[in-house]
């Protein structure tokens, strides 16, 4: 789990990119995690907020999954694992018969059986589950993935045009005019932006931070297992297998590694996160821990 420094640390030539391997140097390594934070916080935020499950949690387990999964996959595969939209339909459902309880016990029945799915994988090989999923298949659902964030964009930009069009004015031009690291980090750019634009109108509402403790702890709910609810979630897993085997195939297409190795480790360690925040993830309504990459 060791990097080495690409380059001289600061730049990254027209062209190349950052191996799975490799590093910036620490300044640039943490204005490009703080965006990548950024860029992922938007979907991982609107999931539990959407199904009722407390944010709090859901930032820690997507963590906590997120070191598990770089752990278990020898720091070979890079992802962030957020909330994911596949399992919506089926935590409502449970929810409406089960309560939170119930729609936890359906996550961690989809983690197990994905580890599973992982751990036949990592020992049978690779090539029968390509052949499952092949990129036709994995390709138009990781597509699918985006295209149903469409709509949520489409309402937060009309709840505040004005700051959406700076914000996303800020992006474009910090791409086209800068060149080097501070070209690729403009979503950055652009978010700080947006928020500062955002504060000047009077958009933020800073009562919440200054009534929140300075330290809190998550809420947490443990899971209830019932029958009827393995029809609705075991079937996401194959929704989940496919945006594992489309990211790990999109990030070996862009580095020019052969990263199809590690694939059985990936689906095991997205398994195990997803079991992990399905074990007591929320207090009300909603959320799960998976691989959004």
């Known amino acids: 789990m060791k990097w080495t420094l690409h380059g001289n640390g600061y730049r990254v030539e027209p062209g190349r990119v950052v191996a799975p391997g490799e590093r910036l140097a620490w300044g640039p390594t943490i204005g490009v995690g703080a965006q990548h934070i950024v860029a992922m916080f938007g979907a991982t935020f609107l999931v539990p907020l959407i199904t009722g499950f407390p944010p709090s949690t859901t930032l820690l387990f997507s963590g906590i999954g997120t070191l598990l999964f770089l752990a278990l996959t020898a720091n070979r595969v890079p992802s962030y694992l957020g909330s994911s939209f596949a399992f919506l339909a089926p935590i409502a459902a449970a929810q409406n018969e089960y309560g939170p309880g119930g729609a936890l016990g359906g996550i961690v029945m989809a983690g197990l059986t994905l580890f599973a799915i992982g751990v036949a994988v990592q020992v049978l090989g690779y090539r029968w589950i390509q052949a499952l999923m092949p990129p036709i298949v994995t390709g138009a659902i990781v597509a699918l993935i985006g295209l149903n964030l469409a709509p949520a964009a489409k309402d937060n930009f009309s709840a505040a045009p004005a700051t959406g069009l700076v914000t996303l ?47 809190g702890l998550p809420e947490f709910t443990a899971p209830s297992f019932h029958l009827s609810t393995v029809g609705l979630f075991v079937p996401v897993v194959m929704v989940l297998v496919a945006e594992n085997i489309g990211h790990v195939k999109s990030v070996a297409q862009m580095t020019g590694e052969d990263l199809d190795p590690y694939m059985g480790r990936a689906l095991m360690a997205d398994g195990l996160a997803t079991t992990l925040a399905g074990s007591g993830v929320a207090r009300a309504p909603r959320h799960t821990l998976r691989t959004l990459a």
Do not use: T
């Not at 000047?200 to 300075?214: K, N, Q, T």
């Open 169 to 215: 004015a800020a992006i474009l031009l910090a791409g086209v005019l800068f060149r080097g690291l501070i070209g690729r980090l403009s979503i950055l750019i652009g978010v700080v932006v947006g928020y500062v634009f955002a504060a000047f109108r009077g958009e933020v509402d800073f009562s919440a931070i200054a009534s929140a403790p300075l330290i």
